[in-house]
């Protein structure tokens, strides 16, 4: 039978109410839909093609009978229930951090590299979402010309952070507008004070530091991005650094990307081509008429968006990409989804 059940877990957050619509759209045919989240949500009401599904309250019983699961509702809940889901005999697509860096899991662009999902024990994580687009434009110019070091800075939108992450950041924008207090309970750490308004402002913290002065998010960055590409996550081969920022966008992160070829010295023209013809990535790059990716198109939009492509004059092999994509699609609930699809393509679920 090729119907898959699936369940989707944390179907009514920011990112479930995405994974919905990319289930819908994608080739996998579904027999049945289980729509999970906390017992705050159960017995709520969403569409999924258009036929009303009745919200459950995720518990390990809710996942006897499925082959697929899609999850996206916290570390600590794919933590409690995904190894109860794969006892029962389902794959889990898990769009949190809680299984990336384990060995046995493979952290997948399918674009990238499909092929580690042969390796599956049941669960594949999808990367951070800064981590994917950044790696989904530096592959095809990894491919052809090597790479040797790549620099990032980031500007990430508030729904990173989730549905309640953009309320406040809308809230207080008004209040500032106001002249009144900004309410402040979510960034840059939800679960960890202090915490500080986003609105009008920018926030050099993105999850919990780290004892060397990096944060988490930046952690996730470095090693995701080197167990994707080498299949290392300490592999020295590519140096990787990166500076996370959250900014006062709702939808859409984007990069400053520094990076160095291997042995070769490509032309903006040649790394342009490679762009354009990148699965996945539109080049929309053209100063003279002030043409770039920018959050407010991309946003709702499949693509990864790579513009402002330029040498370091004084560092030959050394690049700047500006690249940008939908933190919520691309980012998280669609490469969710094309994973998902691959693993049924490949017969692996
Ligand atoms: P709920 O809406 O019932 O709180 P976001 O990333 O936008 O904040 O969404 C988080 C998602 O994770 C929501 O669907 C949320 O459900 C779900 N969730 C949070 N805690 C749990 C839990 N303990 N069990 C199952 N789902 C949860």
Not at 223 to 239: R, W, Y
Not at 276 to 295: A, F, H, M, R, T
């Amino acid at each position: 039978m090729n119907k898959k059940n699936v369940a989707i877990l944390g179907a009514t957050g920011a990112v479930g109410s995405r994974l919905i619509k990319c289930l819908e759209q994608s080739n996998i045919e579904v027999n049945e839909i289980k729509l999970l989240a906390s017992k705050r949500s159960a017995g709520t009401t969403l569409k999924f093609n258009d036929q009303d599904v009745v919200v459950k309250e995720a518990t390990p019983e809710e996942f006897d009978g499925i082959d697929l699961v899609l999850a996206s509702a916290g570390g600590s809940v794919s933590k409690k229930f995904l190894p109860e889901a794969v006892k029962r005999g389902a794959v889990c697509v898990d769009n949190t951090s809680a299984f990336r860096m384990e060995e046995d899991v493979p952290l997948v662009i399918p674009e990238v590299n499909p092929d580690s999902l042969k390796d599956h024990h049941g669960i594949i994580a999808n990367p951070n979402c800064s981590t994917i687009q950044m790696v989904l434009a530096l592959n095809p110019i990894k491919e052809k010309y090597g790479l040797k070091q790549v620099i990032v800075s980031t500007y990430q939108a508030a729904s990173g952070a989730g549905q309640s992450a953009i309320n406040e950041l809308k809230k207080d924008s008004q209040q500032y507008i106001n002249g009144e207090k900004m309410d402040a309970n979510i960034f840059p750490v939800k679960s960890d004070k202090p915490h500080y308004p986003l609105a009008f402002n920018l926030l050099p913290q993105i999850d919990v530091f780290e004892e060397d002065g990096y944060t988490h998010e930046e952690w996730k960055m470095i090693h995701e991005t080197k167990k994707i590409l080498l299949n290392d996550m300490n592999s020295k081969d590519i140096k990787v650094t990166a500076t996370c920022v959250r900014v006062p966008v709702e939808i859409g992160h984007g990069e400053a990307v520094y990076f160095e070829t291997d042995n070769q010295e490509p032309e903006i023209s040649d790394l342009k081509n490679l762009i354009s013809q990148g699965s996945g990535l539109v080049l929309e790059d053209d100063p003279k008429k002030c043409i770039y990716p920018q959050p407010i198109n991309a946003a709702g939009k499949n693509d990864t968006f790579v513009g402002r492509l330029r040498k370091d004059e004084e560092n030959p092999g050394n690049y700047h990409m500006w690249v940008v994509s939908d933190n919520l699609l691309k980012g998280a609930a669609l490469n969710t989804v094309q994973i998902a699809e691959k693993l049924v393509e490949m017969k692996l679920v």
